[in-house]
């Protein structure tokens, strides 16, 4: 169905908007609500771009992007802030990525 790396949302500190990829609309208001606000506020904290995208094994994984020339992103910030909501929301971000191997990728639940 998909090839490479999927999409699931991401935040502009930039531009000032949120995406939500639609084909997950079948997730949770809550759970879209608490990504959009765990985004957005990582981007209003430390700046720059974050999307979070699914890669070919169903592993949810967090990519920043900065502009060239944006000396108010902080990089080190944004590596910690990674760290701390991967422990604060292990069990959202552990739902999600089970969401995205049963519906996505057709895994077996009963195997993960």
Request: aromatic fraction near 14%.
């Amino acid at each position: 169905m998909y090839q490479n790396r999927v999409v699931l949302c991401a935040s502009s500190a930039y531009e000032k908007k949120f995406y939500f990829n639609e084909d997950f609309y079948t997730l949770p208001e809550q759970v879209k609500k608490e990504l959009k606000i765990m985004c957005v506020l990582f981007t209003e904290d430390v700046g720059g771009i974050l999307s979070m995208e699914f890669d070919e094994d169903g592993t949810l994984l967090f990519r920043v992007d900065a502009d060239e020339g944006d000396v108010l992103f902080d990089e080190i910030g944004s590596a910690l802030k990674i760290k701390e909501i991967q422990r604060t929301k292990k069990e959202l971000l552990e739902a999600v990525e089970t969401y995205y191997k049963v519906f996505f990728l057709n895994e077996d639940i009963s195997k993960l």
